[in-house]
């Protein structure tokens, strides 16, 4: 058990999802996963562990922002050796070419700053996915004929934007997508040496306006976590 998940060591698997929503956590183990069952609720941060094809995986709730991320994904890594950390989520399209309801899979996750920055000082670090996931997962989206876009996205701190400028330099270098979790959970892999993917569905977009109804998310994120599901053990 740690300060924040208060399973013991066993109930969590070596791979193991993230989504932001600890809600979202219930309802895909609740869809994908066989004998699911709920190993902790520590600050209503869910986390399900449960098998996926014969495969154990856990689906651990991660909140919003980095600094949350980097407490579960800290936890994960450093106490409980988790291997895999796979963040499934939301982000809002930054590309013309990039639709609402579309995957992006995360090769690079540009910041501003992360809670790591104060490690780096004035060092410019480039958070990367796992090269052996993001392969896995490109195959998985071909083979299930889901739209998807590999590239870089960016990692905000904030939803609310007091600086629209970072958006449009983001967008005119090419950045797929904005969400606010990314960056850290690879720094943090890096670090340890463990393997890590962000795969995102395009909720709403920064270009149009356009957001994704509600019916509407639980299919798109449905081939997310699938996608995820399938690299992970590919
Ligand atoms: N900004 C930041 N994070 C997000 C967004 C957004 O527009 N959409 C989904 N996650």
New binding site residues.
């Given amino acids: 058990m740690t300060i924040h998940i208060g399973a013991d060591k066993d109930d969590i698997a070596d791979v193991v999802l993230m989504p932001?929503d600890p809600y979202r956590a219930k309802w895909a183990a609740e869809t994908f996963l066989t004998d699911a069952k709920c190993v902790h609720e520590v600050r209503g941060m869910f986390g399900f562990t449960g098998m996926w094809n014969g495969n154990r995986v856990t689906i651990q709730g991660s909140g919003m922002g980095m600094p949350s991320m980097s407490i579960y994904a800290n936890e994960l890594i450093r106490d409980f050796d988790v291997q895999t950390l796979i963040r499934i989520?939301?982000?809002?399209g930054m590309q013309p070419h990039v639709k609402v309801r579309d995957v992006i899979l995360a090769m690079t996750a540009s910041t501003v700053a992360t809670p790591s920055s104060t490690i780096f000082k004035d060092l410019n670090f480039a958070p990367c996915a796992d090269y052996g996931l993001l392969a896995a997962a490109a195959e998985a989206a071909k083979s299930m004929d889901v739209d998807v876009h590999v590239g870089g996205i960016y990692s905000?701190d904030?939803?609310y934007?007091e600086r629209p400028d970072l958006n449009k330099e983001m967008q005119r270098h090419g950045i797929l997508?904005?969400?606010?979790e990314a960056a850290e959970l690879y720094i943090l892999a890096a670090r340890y040496g463990r393997r890590a993917l962000g795969v995102?569905t395009?909720?709403?977009h920064?270009l149009t306006g356009e957001a994704l109804p509600a019916d509407q998310r639980e299919r798109s994120f449905g081939d997310m976590i699938e996608i995820a599901l399938t690299a992970a053990f590919a």
């Fill in positions: 932001g989520g939301s982000c809002g905000s904030t939803f934007d997508g904005v969400e606010m995102m395009v909720s709403d920064l």
